[in-house]
């Protein structure tokens, strides 16, 4: 980084032994995958951006044409979702009369969302739920569209903020009067009535797994920047910026980026101040909730393996079962795993039954290798199991995450040079993620420059 001819100095602090926070990617036995995130949106410009910038284009993969259905947990089997379903609203006419687990009164009433008046002004900020209700009736909200969206946040559906967690489909309601209308722009209303398909995936991943996107940044970064095993147990304020107490001793700084979860920064904000500005924001992102997951892996033998893995694998909606979902991650992702041999992924835990994420290994092995068995029939044994744990890895945007965010705002108007990062705030996803630290790098960056007096703050 540089602002004109002058390098910025900068360094990274982070608390455990390796980089690369919730992503991470395993090998056993010649199997390999992502212990967390797998794969990022490849229709948003900010991940393939920085693969772009790092020289990894060429190896970004896209998941294989048969892991790009999904098939939905209902009364102990399993049901192909249907086809031309897009973030749960149903864009084929088709897709929706063929799908088995809608009453004909619930397929009618979701085929008539575009006639749905759009939400009253002055209501600050909807469920995920409640607005999917709204819109496309209770039968399809509560069977398809609320679990599909509160899956990608292992969260309930009934507490998180819809304007938080999906604006893009809050702003196509209010720019359009219609999701179905607001999706289906540029292809016209005949849209709906041909044949439905799956449409291609959305997401991508280098061909490796996600963790090589975070080794290749530790390459190009200077090796004398990046601190690992050194956690920021404080923060205080001086007269020229401020002092991060760390494991490994204090360091001044001018600007500070904290791209710890809100949780960790709510504790290293108020450890140096028991009142005014880092105090408020404390309290506020002590506030932010989160949930727990546990992902259990298994290697089979794709022999043993009776059901035909003909997707990315399986969503448990609420009531139907003790694990969240299943991956079938050789049906997904090419080069995971020694020919002939299968691997499965279970979410455990979430909103739903965060207290599943504290049984013991065996035990949780256990519970996921027969909700495993239960929904997809023999799978012979398993020639391993592995079980990770993301304790607090799943930020929460619950009703009065759009007002907490203004609130945050308008702290760290008080506390320049101050900025805030990462899931925990506006949006969830890797590219999000990337999109804020490039913003918050952007303000640092130019605020001198435009001769501010002192540098901006926020949550970006
Ligand atoms: C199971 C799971 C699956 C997911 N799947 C996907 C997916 O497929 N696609 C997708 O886009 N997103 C996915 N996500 C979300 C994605 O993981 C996050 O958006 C992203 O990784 C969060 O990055 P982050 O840097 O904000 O936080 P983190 O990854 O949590 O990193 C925070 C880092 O801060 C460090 N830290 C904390 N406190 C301190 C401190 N006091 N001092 C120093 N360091 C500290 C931690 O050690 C950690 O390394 C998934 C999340 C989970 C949990």
Redesign the pocket.
């Known amino acids: 980084m540089g602002r004109g001819e002058q390098p910025v100095p900068v360094e990274l ?4 032994s390796r980089f ?4 991470r990617t395993e090998r056993v036995d010649g199997f390999s995958f992502d212990v ?6 490849g229709t948003r410009p900010e991940g393939v951006g920085l693969c772009r910038e790092l020289g990894l284009e060429e190896e970004l993969i896209t998941p294989k044409p048969e892991g790009r259905g999904v098939y939905l947990a209902r009364d102990g089997r399993l049901e192909r979702m249907p086809e031309g379903l897009s973030l749960g609203v149903p864009l084929s006419l088709g897709g929706l009369l063929d799908c088995s687990f809608l009453s004909p009164a619930g397929k009618l009433r979701a085929m008539g969302e575009p006639l749905v008046p759009r939400r009253r002004d002055g209501v600050a900020e909807e469920s995920i739920a409640g607005f999917m209700r709204r819109r496309l009736g209770p039968e399809m909200a509560d069977r398809l569209a609320a679990p599909l969206l509160a899956g990608v946040y292992a969260g309930d559906a009934g507490r998180l903020s819809m304007d938080a967690a999906f604006p893009q489909l809050v702003d196509l309601e209010r720019r359009h009067g219609s999701l179905l209308r607001g999706m289906l722009r540029g292809r016209g209303w005949l849209g709906v009535l041909q044949p439905p398909k799956t449409p291609e995936s959305p997401f991508i991943t280098p061909r490796e797994g996600l963790e090589r996107l975070v080794r290749r940044l530790v390459e190009v970064l200077p090796a004398e920047a990046l601190h690992t095993d ?3 147990e404080a923060i205080e304020r001086t007269a020229t910026g401020y002092v991060l107490k760390t494991s490994a001793g204090e360091r001044e700084c001018s600007a500070v980026v904290l ?3 809100p949780w ?1 920064v709510a504790e ?1 904000v108020t450890r140096g101040s028991a009142e005014g500005a880092f105090h408020e924001l404390g309290a506020e992102l002590r506030e932010i909730r989160w949930s727990a ?1 546990a ?1 259990v892996f298994f290697g089979l033998d794709a022999a043993s393996v009776e059901l035909p893995l003909d997707a990315s694998g399986f969503i448990v909606p609420e009531g139907e079962g003790r694990i969240l979902a299943a991956t079938w991650i050789t049906s997904k992702w090419s080069d995971r795993a020694p020919a002939g041999k299968a691997l499965v992924r279970a979410f455990v835990g979430g909103a739903r039954h965060p207290e599943l994420v504290e049984l013991g290994d065996e035990a949780l092995s256990r519970l996921a290798w027969e909700e495993l068995r239960r929904f997809m029939g023999p799978l012979g044994e398993p020639l391993w199991g592995r079980v990770y744990r ?1 304790r607090r ?2 930020p929460q945007p619950e009703l009065g995450h759009v007002g907490r965010l203004a609130r945050l705002r308008a702290i760290l108007e008080g506390l320049p040079g101050l900025f805030l990062t ?3 705030y506006g949006g ?6 990337v999109r804020q630290a490039r913003a918050a790098a952007q303000l640092l960056l130019e605020a001198p420059s435009a001769g501010a007096a002192r540098p901006s703050s926020g949550v970006v």
């Open positions: 602090f982070e608390a455990s690369g926070g919730n992503i967390g995130p797998d794969s990022f949106l050194t956690r920021v791209a710890a979860p960790s290293l997951t992902t993301y890895g799943n990462g899931s925990g969830v996803g890797i590219p999000d993620c």
